[in-house]
Structures are given as C-alpha cells and as structure tokens.
C-alpha cells in the first residue's frame, strides 16, 4: 500500500492563516489548500491509499486541541494515520500520552524550530524515556541556521537515537532541511528512518545519490509535505532525481504501511 508519510491538514478556521506562515517562512508557494478534501483527491491522484498527518503545538495550551484534531481526523477518515503532539513544557505529558494510545494514535511529531525549544532540550528526556517504543517518533530537522546554531540538527537528533535507542524514529527531510551534509555524517546508514519531504527539490543529486547508498532503502519513506507540494509531483522528482529503479521506488513508497501495520 503506498503511503504518504509527511502532510499537513488544518480546521477550515485556522488553514489560511498557517499557509501564510508556511510561506513566509519557508518562502515556498504551498500548492494545496490545507484541507482534507484537497489531500485526499491528490492521494487519491497519485495513487496513494493512505497518509500520516502531522502537526505540532507551538504552545504548551495548544497540546490539548492539536491532539483533539488528530482523533477527530483518525476517526472520521480511514485514509488517515494523524500523529499526535507534546511539547515540552506541558507539565501533564504522562496523562497525554495515555489518553493518545487510548484513542489509537500511534505517534507523535516534534518540531522544535515551530514550537519553541532546542532538540537538546533536558526537558525532553523523561518523555523520550516515557515513549520507548509505544509511538512512532517523527522529528523536524534542519533549517536556514548552521547546525550548531539551530533549535535541530542531525548531530542532535542522533544523540537523541545514542542515548535512547528504543525509540522508533523518523528524521523529517531526509535527516536534515538544508543540512544534508550532516545528515550523510550523522545520520545515515543508522536505524533511523528518513522521510523524503521538502528535500528532493533542493539538495544536490550527488548529495542525494550519497545518503542512499549509504542508508537502507527500506528505511527511506516517501513524504510529499503537502500541502507545500504536491503528493504526485514529489514522486515524479523522486523516481527522476534517484534514479530509482521501478521495484525501488515500489519499495519506498510502501515502506510506510510496513511501519504503521506494526503499531
């Protein structure tokens, strides 16, 4: 089953206020609208059955509403796996993390450029150790600072995957947004898993060819990042730009399901 491993979708209220962000952020036109109708006809375009929908609270008082989103989408859409959400100074994270499982979400995104914190935050500590292997784990890594400098990086991340070894963990944008070159360093060739999202446009062929050959191609997610792109086109650049034979890329794009029928 190929599955979409990276979107993003938004109650009607809020949708056109975060594309804004995302494109003043990130200077990157988003091509969707944000909602559901409009990732699930582009799913179902591309050939895609299903998808996980990420999002992350930028405040601690957000934690409760994001995750209420997250089960109101994976009740009322069985084409959606949508993960859930922490941030570190939510003081009643151990209570959270119950109420998730017992609502069937089965992970969680940090994103600390958005909400706030570093990756080598000591707060996160007690949760990742909390966590274990009960979630799938997807973290957002890189940015325009230089590693040292920004809230993530793919250095941080792997001495988060050092010291906590039973977590599952997806690095987002191929282990590092504009940080490729750590991320071959630090990341690749490890256990981690790497989605592809708001990576295959802009790092170099030869940077890209690198960290496939040397990370497992089973450990490579497809990801379109919607709605800054688009499902089908992200697997078009994917199969020109890896040069992926059709038997790789059937492999990438169904590595995703793989992981999700284990939770």
């Known amino acids: ?3 979409d491993f990276h979107t993003h979708i938004f109650h009607p209220k809020i949708a056109d206020k975060v594309l804004d962000h ?9 091509v969707g609208t944000g909602l559901t109708d409009d990732l699930l006809m582009r799913l179902d375009m591309s050939g895609i059955k299903r998808a996980v929908v990420l999002t992350a609270a930028t405040t601690p008082d957000q934690v409760i509403p994001a995750n209420n989103w997250s089960m109101h989408l994976n009740k009322t859409y069985t084409q959606l796996q949508a993960f859930g959400t922490l941030h570190p100074g939510f003081k009643d994270w151990e209570n959270e993390l119950e109420r998730l499982e017992q609502n069937s979400i089965i992970g969680l995104k940090f994103h600390p450029d958005f909400q706030g914190y570093d990756l080598a935050d000591p707060l ?53 947004y504009l940080h490729w070159d ?22 170099s062929r030869e940077l890209l060819m690198k960290i496939l050959k040397k990370h497992s191609l089973e450990r490579i997610l497809f990801g379109s990042d919607y709605p800054l792109f688009d499902p089908g086109k ?25 992981i999700l029928e284990k939770f």
């Open 1 to 3: 089953m190929y599955t």
């Open 124 to 176: 996160l500590s007690p949760i990742f150790e909390a966590v274990g292997n009960r979630f799938i784990l997807m973290f957002h890594v890189g940015d325009r600072l230089p590693p040292d400098q920004n809230p993530s990086s793919p250095g941080k991340l792997a001495v988060i995957r050092k010291n906590f070894p039973d977590l599952v963990i997806v690095a987002a944008h191929l282990g590092g």
């Open 22 to 30: 995302l494109q003043l952020h990130y200077g990157i036109q988003p």
């Open 182 to 203: 750590h991320a071959l360093h630090f990341l690749a060739g490890t256990d981690v898993f790497l989605d592809t999202s708001s990576s295959l446009p802009f790092i």
């Open 234 to 258: 992200e697997i078009e650049l994917l199969n020109t730009k890896a040069c992926l034979s059709s038997k790789e890329l059937e492999t990438v794009l169904s590595n995703g399901a793989r």
